[in-house]
């Protein structure tokens, strides 16, 4: 049921958010602040002279882990990663040896190198095919002294192997002190404030990205569940170089001499669409056809990584395949997931309007296209299509994708692209990645509300569909305030103009769910912040809409209720407040009873409060009924904003 506009509740929570809200430091993305109420699981100070639970990374690592006394952060001794040869070699912690599954740890250390601290903090696995993937935790750890590691989250899957997290960089000697892993506690979402997805379910789809990592922690899970779950795009594992298998694809080769029919596997994103699958939540695929973490030895004689390149010809040739087997591969193993959207080719054309420049992208960066290599030119984006269309499932649309979506080079020739391409009937949309920065203010904002407008008018002149498929809004790094004001207004702005443009919008998906999970932490660019609380900038974007189930029309009756209650509790006249503001009737005033008077305002049917706890719910303004403001000064009490009930300040 549709209710009152936002503004009318957002009052009281907004007003809630912003004066409860001890600092800025409540959107740190440095790890959760609470991770001091989790179980220490391993401390390590090394006092003891015991390092056995770290290791170099293998056979080919020169580290020698050692206890020195040469430096330390606490006591006198810490770990020493000495003789290291290579960037990559340092001292690693194994995991999954030590560690559950599917439960998500935070690790804190300290490290300095001998003359110089430059690393970085990483994570390293062995999925199910025997491939080992990396991805950096914490970089640019860089400084004269010690550098801080806070509360990183990690996690694994039971289809993982070889777990370890490590640090790298450089081939200075490294020293690691204080060096902790703790569980996580459990935290709890705001139940009290509407789901996005749920604001905007008659308009567009509202979804996320995800990855297999994020299963382990159950209020990030909890918090897609509530806003998110109309879509879910993989982060990385669907992407080509998580999907293409080269052992198997040279052993294919071996085994057949043919060379054109790449083999694929999903074992990274197996967790994930597992959880799609069972939760029942349709999945955008990101992507079929990129330059960038596309494996330069995909388009290479034999596979080979230092071989010729492959002709335009036998390049077709494994694009089809490719995509035939990528299609046939996700609808066999998963055929009741609702694949409703592909990226078929991703940012292929620069913000001038022009091809990317050729040659692997390993040696000249991402400006680099191994696709421009074998082709020439641009003219594998229409094959893509084209094979996209042959072999996708029935009702996945096709899009085209990219960033920088509005610069006029880059929107020109997507537009001119995506008009030829719909007129032989080989796509369906466009995707707006939608990487913003709202910078100090609105006025410097890039790019501009208007700007982003214009180009929202110009694709939906085409005639397609539009998905916004990678949506998130950077802040000053070290952001005040004030900045999360700018960044609430920029959002506000942004999301307005989507809207305006909804009958042309099918999805709108944010990237990442929680700042410090995001690929741009250090600028903050999401709704909800570490400690998986709601923004100014969520709030922003809700407001003025229907909101469904938060609140009925009618304040909660005080009146005598339906169902037969106690004689002596026959008429709510008869019943005298036993503790102002204790709405659940637990002899005490906590955030529960916040919490409580939230749920029946939203839900009556189903968090009804008895007789005894509407009348002491009434605790803001009484005798005016049980209203969001009193959960407001339930709130104020709890964050000692006030001393006592009622509110006076109100």
Same mark, same amino acid.
């Given at each position: 049921?549709?209710?009152?506009?936002?503004?009318?509740?957002?009052?009281?929570?907004?007003?809630?958010?912003?004066?409860?809200?001890?600092?800025?430091?409540?959107?740190?993305?440095?790890?959760?602040?609470?991770?001091?109420?989790?179980?220490?699981?391993?401390?390590?100070?090394?006092?003891?002279?015991?390092?056995?639970?770290?290791?170099?990374?293998?056979?080919?690592?020169?580290?020698?882990?050692?206890?020195?006394?040469?430096?330390?952060?606490?006591?006198?001794?810490?770990?020493?990663?000495?003789?290291?040869?290579?960037?990559?070699?340092?001292?690693?912690?194994?995991?999954?040896?030590?560690?559950?599954?599917?439960?998500?740890?935070?690790?804190?250390?300290?490290?300095?190198?001998?003359?110089?601290?430059?690393?970085?903090?990483?994570?390293?696995?062995?999925?199910?095919?025997?491939?080992?993937?990396?991805?950096?935790?914490?970089?640019?750890?860089?400084?004269?002294?010690?550098?801080?590691?806070?509360?990183?989250?990690?996690?694994?899957?039971?289809?993982?192997?070889?777990?370890?997290?490590?640090?790298?960089?450089?081939?200075?000697?490294?020293?690691?002190?204080?060096?902790?892993?703790?569980?996580?506690?459990?935290?709890?979402?705001?139940?009290?404030?509407?789901?996005?997805?749920?604001?905007?379910?008659?308009?567009?789809?509202?979804?996320?990205?995800?990855?297999?990592?994020?299963?382990?922690?159950?209020?990030?899970?909890?918090?897609?569940?509530?806003?998110?779950?109309?879509?879910?795009?993989?982060?990385?594992?669907?992407?080509?170089?998580?999907?293409?298998?080269?052992?198997?694809?040279?052993?294919?080769?071996?085994?057949?001499?043919?060379?054109?029919?790449?083999?694929?596997?999903?074992?990274?994103?197996?967790?994930?669409?597992?959880?799609?699958?069972?939760? @029942?939540?349709?999945?955008?695929?990101?992507?079929?056809?990129?330059?960038?973490?596309?494996?330069?030895?995909?388009?290479?004689?034999?596979?080979?990584?230092?071989?010729?390149?492959?002709?335009?010809?036998?390049?077709?040739?494994?694009?089809?395949?490719?995509?035939?087997?990528?299609?046939?591969?996700?609808?066999?193993?998963?055929?009741?997931?609702?694949?409703?959207?592909?990226?078929?080719? @991703?940012?292929?054309?620069?913000?001038?309007?022009?091809?990317?420049?050729?040659?692997?992208?390993?040696?000249?960066?991402?400006?680099?296209?191994?696709?421009?290599?074998?082709?020439?030119?641009?003219?594998?984006?229409?094959?893509?299509?084209?094979?996209?269309?042959?072999?996708?499932?029935?009702?996945?649309?096709?899009?085209?994708?990219?960033?920088?979506?509005?610069?006029?080079?880059?929107?020109?020739?997507?537009?001119?692209?995506?008009?030829?391409?719909?007129?032989?009937?080989?796509?369906?949309?466009?995707?707006?990645?939608?990487?913003? /920065?709202?910078?100090?203010?609105?006025?410097?904002?890039?790019?501009?509300?208007?700007?982003?407008?214009?180009?929202?008018?110009?694709?939906?002149?085409?005639?397609?569909?539009?998905?916004?498929?990678?949506?998130?809004?950077?802040?000053?790094?070290?952001?005040?305030?004030?900045?999360?004001?700018?960044?609430?207004?920029?959002?506000?702005?942004?999301?307005?103009?989507?809207?305006?443009?909804?009958?042309?919008?099918?999805?709108?998906?944010?990237?990442?769910?929680?700042?410090?999970?995001?690929?741009?932490?250090?600028?903050?660019?999401?709704?909800?912040?570490?400690?998986?609380?709601?923004?100014?900038?969520?709030?922003?974007?809700?407001?003025?809409?229907?909101?469904?189930?938060?609140?009925?029309?009618?304040?909660?009756?005080?009146?005598?209720?339906?169902?037969?209650?106690?004689?002596?509790?026959?008429?709510?006249?008869?019943?005298?407040?036993?503790?102002?503001?204790?709405?659940?009737?637990?002899?005490?005033?906590?955030?529960?009873?916040?919490?409580?008077?939230?749920?029946?305002?939203?839900?009556?049917?189903?968090?009804?409060?008895?007789?005894?706890?509407?009348?002491?719910?009434?605790?803001?303004?009484?005798?005016?009924?049980?209203?969001?403001?009193?959960?407001?000064?339930?709130?104020?009490?709890?964050?000692?904003?006030?001393?006592?009930?009622? /509110?006076?300040?109100?």
């Amino acid at each position: 049921m549709k209710n009152s506009k936002f503004t009318r509740y957002a009052a009281a929570v907004l007003a809630a958010a912003m004066t409860v809200s001890a600092s800025p430091a409540v959107y740190a993305a440095d790890g959760d602040s609470s991770a001091s109420a989790g179980k220490v699981v391993y401390s390590f100070d090394f006092e003891d002279g015991d390092v056995s639970a770290f290791c170099n990374r293998g056979e080919n690592d020169t580290t020698e882990i050692s206890v020195s006394d040469e430096a330390s952060v606490s006591g006198s001794k810490s770990l020493l990663a000495s003789g290291r040869s290579k960037d990559w070699n340092g001292p690693a912690f194994r995991l999954d040896d030590k560690l559950e599954p599917y439960t998500e740890y935070y690790i804190s250390a300290k490290i300095k190198g001998r003359y110089y601290t430059g690393a970085t903090f990483s994570f390293q696995f062995t999925n199910s095919d025997g491939e080992t993937k990396y991805s950096n935790l914490v970089q640019n750890l860089s400084g004269s002294d010690w550098m801080s590691v806070e509360n990183v989250k990690v996690s694994f899957t039971d289809e993982m192997t070889g777990v370890y997290v490590y640090f790298e960089g450089g081939q200075d000697d490294l020293f690691i002190d204080d060096f902790t892993v703790t569980e996580a506690p459990a935290v709890e979402i705001e139940q009290d404030i509407p789901g996005l997805k749920d604001v905007f379910a008659n308009d567009f789809k509202v979804g996320t990205a995800f990855t297999p990592s994020g299963l382990s922690s159950k209020p990030t899970t909890s918090l897609l569940e509530k806003h998110f779950s109309g879509s879910i795009t993989a982060g990385n594992e669907m992407k080509p170089d998580s999907v293409l298998n080269q052992a198997a694809c040279q052993a294919y080769f071996e085994e057949t001499g043919d060379d054109t029919v790449p083999q694929i596997s999903f074992s990274a994103a197996k967790p994930l669409l597992n959880y799609c699958r069972d939760k @029942n939540i349709p999945v955008r695929i990101h992507t079929l056809v990129w330059h960038s973490q596309t494996p330069d030895w995909f388009f290479k004689e034999g596979y080979t990584n230092d071989d010729e390149w492959v002709s335009k010809e036998k390049m077709l040739k494994r694009m089809e395949n490719y995509i035939k087997a990528y299609f046939e591969e996700l609808v066999k193993l998963y055929p009741t997931v609702d694949f409703y959207a592909c990226d078929v080719v @991703n940012e292929a054309w620069t913000d001038q309007g022009t091809p990317r420049q050729p040659g692997e992208q390993g040696s000249g960066g991402s400006e680099n296209s191994a696709w421009v290599q074998v082709f020439g030119d641009n003219s594998f984006i229409e094959s893509a299509f084209t094979f996209a269309r042959k072999y996708a499932p029935e009702g996945c649309k096709l899009y085209y994708n990219d960033y920088n979506e509005y610069m006029d080079g880059k929107l020109n020739a997507i537009c001119e692209m995506a008009a030829d391409f719909k007129s032989k009937g080989i796509i369906d949309g466009i995707g707006m990645q939608s990487h913003l /920065d709202a910078r100090q203010s609105l006025d410097s904002a890039f790019p501009s509300v208007d700007m982003y407008n214009k180009a929202l008018d110009k694709y939906s002149e085409l005639g397609l569909d539009i998905q916004i498929t990678e949506l998130d809004v950077t802040t000053p790094e070290n952001p005040t305030e004030a900045d999360f004001k700018v960044q609430a207004d920029y959002y506000k702005g942004i999301w307005d103009s989507i809207y305006a443009h909804k009958d042309n919008i099918s999805a709108v998906v944010i990237w990442g769910i929680t700042d410090d999970g995001s690929w741009r932490a250090k600028k903050y660019p999401l709704l909800f912040d570490a400690e998986y609380k709601a923004k100014p900038a969520f709030y922003s974007i809700i407001d003025g809409h229907d909101i469904p189930d938060i609140r009925p029309t009618d304040p909660v009756p005080t009146d005598k209720p339906t169902d037969p209650v106690p004689t002596d509790e026959s008429t709510s006249s008869s019943v005298e407040v036993s503790l102002l503001g204790d709405a659940n009737c637990d002899g005490k005033v906590s955030i529960a009873d916040s919490t409580a008077i939230l749920q029946a305002l939203g839900n009556p049917d189903k968090y009804g409060l008895s007789l005894q706890g509407t009348v002491n719910a009434d605790c803001c303004d009484p005798g005016d009924g049980v209203l969001p403001s009193d959960a407001l000064a339930i709130q104020k009490i709890d964050a000692k904003v006030i001393a006592s009930l009622p /509110d006076i300040t109100a």
